[in-house]
């Protein structure tokens, strides 16, 4: 069996925690709301592009709405640079926006 070098172990959450904080009761685990999210975001975006593109809309729409929705909604929003580099933004702050309401709703002051 090979022993790889200490900063390139693999490790169970519970060794992380046990590695960056020793006494392992000053923490709080941050959800994984992705699945949570993301219909949501792309809901969204979606409604803020319906008067400037209504056909690329419609296609985010309906794509949203069938199996494999996050895939073709990526594939479409891809098709167009503007929209893409729109999109990223719009993500970006929306992500943001969840983390600090998540944040606030536990407690955790930022600096």
């Known amino acids: 069996m090979v022993k790889l070098p200490e900063d390139q172990q693999l ?3 519970n060794d992380l925690i046990s590695r960056l904080i020793p006494d ?3 923490y709080i685990t941050i959800p994984n709301l992705f699945q949570q999210h993301i219909f949501e975001l792309m809901s969204d975006f979606i409604s803020t592009i319906q008067q ?3 056909h690329t809309a419609n296609r985010l729409a309906k794509a949203i709405h069938e199996e494999g929705g996050f895939i073709d909604f990526q594939k479409i ?3 167009d640079e503007q929209l893409l ?3 990223i933004r719009y993500r ?3 992500f943001e926006a969840a983390a600090l309401e998540w944040l606030k709703k536990n407690g955790i002051e930022l600096n």
């Open 52 to 54: 400037v593109n209504p």
């Open 92 to 94: 970006d702050k929306f």
């Open 77 to 79: 929003i891809r098709e």
């Open 85 to 87: 580099a729109r999109y």
């Open 24 to 26: 392992g009761n000053n």
């Open 11 to 13: 490790y169970t959450t």
